[in-house]
């Protein structure tokens, strides 16, 4: 199956810093999102960014398919950002299988 | 407000006892999921859903049954053979009937310790 690999796998940055977070896959993959699981467990839908740049507010994304990556940047970090980021996708090849990295975890300090 | 509903958020069960996780989404999403996280770990598909009456198994499914009686509607039974199942179940849903397009929703989860 496509491997993935996210970037950095741990990142503490102090509030107000600005981050970037890498998710390489190794083939061709549809549907390509972000999501930030915050501590009391929930998944929150960032980006749905199959190719291109998308901004919200503090965070952007941008998937590169043809080099098979994407990166989210966190800009001027709070302690709220804090928890953990998955890229996940849906391979080309038809799976039904939504496959998750295994995640970036950030913690923002004050 | 449109979503997904997961209840119990917190649940504790008796080893030897089934229990069924409620997953209900007003979307009108065809598709739906189930996952499993355990801690520090990434996100497992036991089953999922893409039409009414229609249902396929997952990486994870043994120990595990659903039904999909209801569009809106997803639940998930943990039996006793189960032999792990203490962990943080996730339900997902997306709309259209391609399987491999569209963008996944989730619920905010629920947790499940065997005692």
């Known amino acids: 199956g496509i491997q993935v690999e996210q970037s950095p796998p741990d990142l503490i940055l102090q509030e107000g810093a600005n981050s970037t977070l890498r998710c390489n896959f190794s083939d061709s993959v549809n549907n390509l999102q972000w999501f930030h699981q915050n501590p009391w467990g929930q998944l929150i839908n960032l980006f749905y960014?199959?190719?291109g740049t998308k901004q919200n507010g503090r965070l952007s994304a941008t998937t590169v398919a043809t080099e098979r990556y994407s990166l989210l940047y966190i800009s001027s970090s709070q302690t709220t950002d804090s928890g953990v980021y998955f890229c996940a996708f849906f391979p080309r090849a038809g799976s039904y299988q939504l496959t998750f990295g295994k995640g970036t975890k950030l913690s923002v300090i004050p | 407000d449109g979503g997904i509903t997961q209840s119990p958020k917190y649940l504790f069960r008796k080893e030897g006892q089934n229990v069924t996780l409620s997953c209900e989404q007003n979307?009108?999403?065809?598709?739906m999921y189930w996952y499993r996280q355990d801690p520090g770990q990434g996100l497992r598909l036991i089953y999922y859903s893409q039409i009414v009456n229609d249902f396929q198994k997952g990486d994870i499914a043994e120990g595990y049954s659903v039904s999909r009686e209801k569009k809106e509607s997803f639940p998930l039974t943990v039996t006793s053979a189960q032999k792990n199942p203490t962990a943080f179940y996730l339900c997902?849903?997306?709309?259209?009937?391609?399987?491999?397009?569209?963008?996944?929703?989730f619920g905010e989860g629920s947790r499940l310790t065997v005692l």
């Open positions: 979307l009108n999403h065809d598709a």
């Open positions: 960014i199959p190719s």
């Open positions: 997902a849903s997306k709309a259209g009937l391609a399987r491999n397009t569209g963008e996944l929703f």
